[in-house]
Every structure is written in structure tokens, then in C-alpha cells.
């Protein structure tokens, strides 16, 4: 198990780990169960919508023929498209034997050994047009990001799908990724901690840098890198309270109307200071290493939220390969 720069996790760090990786696969391997309920709820209220935005691609006869059952199409995040796993970790496909692998569905052209990002996840998988949908929806949220690779043969244009969708229909897209990310990196349900608890080695390094710098230490600042998997553990950690939109500036207000709180935690910027009492009772910023170990130092949180959601990660998206004369005429999705 590997931290974000490559080193390996040990210790109670990775106990931790481990302990959210288990509490998420569940007992089987299969997912948490409660979670599982919760997902099959969540899709169910982005079905009409799904159906919707994929009509404009594939034809009816398709779309009715996407699920899990024997004869449908479903689709993994593999070489072949099919289901693989090593979930003992010895190299080879849990199912077939064979060597894991020739099933890792990697960039065209990519360097694994230097980019480890070019490698799908194995566990990434289409199986009902909601994760069609979403899936499309992702591509959609992620190319305001890409314009310098908008250009000649790589040339896409996903708003083309969206923008015949009223507001509110398509806030469901958002709604169902906010849904979702509340269950598996923030609160989740009552119960349970492990959710957020993975967060805590995070939070104990925050501290310690802070009464490092206190006690004389040279490091004025600690600057972090990092993506929502990280922050909104973080938040429901510290239990961060959520500002309701109408104290935000006008332009977050109205981009944060049809919001979850969750949502807010997908573009943020988490900040921690030192606050020093001054003898009028008020509290000002401390600019310069604080050396008297007998003053009182506050440690204080604050969030700022950005005016749309727009991850900051590149998403390695899965493009299946759908049958011939199952697509649209004018669509620009390419059957095989």
C-alpha cells in the first residue's frame, strides 16, 4: 500500500489504511454492503436522466440490453473488457490463472514505471447506463481543464450532450457524484468511522508540524498537495462546518444553489494558522516564529470553496467498444 509519492505505508498509517480498504470491500470482496444499499438507491434516481443523455448516442434496442445479466453488455476497466481481479496478490487473474498482467488496460504508448496513473483501475466498470452516463459526465466535468489537449485529431466536444439537458436534470449527474463520495470519503452512515478515520494520521502531522514551528522550528510552512479522496475525510474529521451558500459571494451562491454540502469539498483550499491573543483580547495573525513556549497558541481551520466543480485530478476515463449498428447516426462515438 503505497502513499501519494510512491513510498510505502507502515505502521499505524497503514493499519489505518488497510482498515478503510477492508471496511469498503466488505466482508466478501464484493463492497460494504450498506454502502451497496445506499449506491443502488442513489443510481435508481439518475436512471431517467441516464437514459436521456445516452438516447442522443445509442439506439433504444441497445441501451435496454446494458446490465449485469448473461447476454447483456457490461463492460471492465481490463484489455479484453472482461471482469479480472488478483485480489491475493499473487500475480495472477483470480479467475483465469493467468498472469495478471495481460489484463491492465494502460494508456497507449504510456511508461507504467513513470506513470503510474496511465494504468486503469481493474475495479472501474460499466454495467447500467447509469454508469454509462456517468461516465460521460465525467469527461464532460474534466475537458474545461483540457483545452491545450482539445486540439486537431484529439479534438472532443462534450458539451454537445449536455446542453440540450435543463439545469436541474442535469445537476442529477452531480448530485449522484456528491451522493457517493458522502458514503465512501466523508461521513458515510452512523455507525461507523472509518470513513474519515484514515484521514487522522493527516491530521496528526498538521499538529506536529505546528509545534514544531512553535518550539523554534525553521519550516514556516507546510504546503500540501491534494485531491478530494484526502480533503473530505479531512473535513468530516475535524468536522468542518459547512457555510450555507447564501453567506458566499454571489457567483459561488449561484453555482452552489443546487449543491450538496459535500460539494463544496471537492474545490477546496484547507489552510491551518497560528493565532497569538494580544492584550486587548483580540487575536491577530503570528507572522514570526513563536519562541515563548508559556503563550497560548490556537490552532484555527478555515475553507475556502471554489465557484464550480471541476476536479482537480485527470480521470482515466473507460471508452467501451460498442457493437456495430448499435450507435446513432450522428453520433461521434465510434462502434467497432
Given at each position: 500500500m503505497k502513499n501519494p509519492d510512491?513510498?510505502?505505508?507502515?505502521?499505524?498509517?497503514?493499519?489505518?489504511?488497510?482498515?478503510?480498504?477492508d471496511f469498503i470491500d466488505g466482508a466478501d470482496g464484493e463492497g460494504n454492503a450498506i454502502i451497496g444499499a445506499a449506491m443502488d438507491y442513489i443510481e435508481s434516481k439518475g436512471e431517467d436522466v441516464s437514459r436521456a443523455l445516452l438516447s442522443q448516442i445509442f439506439t433504444t434496442e441497445f441501451l435496454d440490453n446494458i446490465g449485469k445479466d448473461k447476454g447483456q453488455y457490461s463492460w471492465y476497466n481490463t484489455s479484453d473488457g472482461k471482469k479480472h481481479a488478483d485480489k491475493d496478490g499473487?500475480?495472477?487473474d483470480d479467475k483465469s490463472g493467468q498472469d495478471i498482467n495481460l489484463f491492465w488496460n494502460d494508456a497507449p504508448g504510456a511508461d507504467i514505471s513513470k506513470d503510474k496513473n496511465a494504468r486503469g483501475d481493474m475495479g472501474k466498470k460499466i454495467t447500467s447506463e447509469v454508469d454509462a452516463a456517468m461516465d460521460l459526465y465525467n469527461l464532460y466535468i474534466i475537458a474545461a481543464d483540457m483545452q491545450e489537449e482539445n486540439?486537431?485529431?484529439?479534438?472532443f466536444d462534450f458539451d454537445q450532450?449536455?446542453?440540450?439537458?435543463d439545469a436541474n436534470t442535469a445537476n442529477v449527474f452531480a448530485w449522484i457524484l456528491d451522493a457517493e463520495d458522502f458514503y465512501e470519503k466523508g461521513p458515510g452512515y452512523e455507525g461507523q468511522s472509518q470513513t474519515y478515520s484514515i484521514a487522522q494520521p493527516l491530521l496528526d502531522d498538521f499538529f506536529a508540524s505546528i509545534d514544531e514551528r512553535v518550539a523554534g522550528g525553521t519550516t514556516a510552512a507546510t504546503f500540501r498537495f491534494a485531491h478530494a479522496e484526502t480533503i473530505m475525510p479531512f473535513a468530516a474529521l475535524i468536522k468542518q462546518p459547512v457555510r450555507s451558500s447564501k453567506h458566499l459571494p454571489s457567483?459561488?451562491?449561484?453555482?452552489?444553489?443546487?449543491?450538496?454540502?459535500?460539494?463544496?469539498?471537492?474545490?477546496?483550499?484547507r489552510m491551518s494558522r497560528l493565532w497569538q491573543p494580544t492584550s486587548n483580547g483580540m487575536s491577530r495573525h503570528v507572522q514570526e516564529p513563536i519562541r515563548a513556549p508559556e503563550k497560548r497558541i490556537h490552532r484555527w481551520f478555515a475553507c475556502s470553496t471554489t465557484s464550480r466543480k471541476s476536479p482537480s485530478m485527470t480521470v482515466a476515463c473507460l471508452l467501451p467498444t460498442v457493437p456495430t449498428g448499435t450507435r446513432k447516426a450522428n453520433s461521434s462515438v465510434a462502434s467497432a
Open positions: 510512491g513510498s510505502t505505508k507502515h505502521g499505524l498509517v497503514y493499519d489505518i489504511a488497510q482498515q478503510y480498504t499473487d500475480g495472477l486540439t486537431g485529431s484529439h479534438t450532450y449536455f446542453e440540450h439537458l457567483p459561488i451562491r449561484k453555482a452552489t444553489t443546487m449543491c450538496s454540502p459535500i460539494r463544496t469539498m471537492h474545490g477546496a483550499a
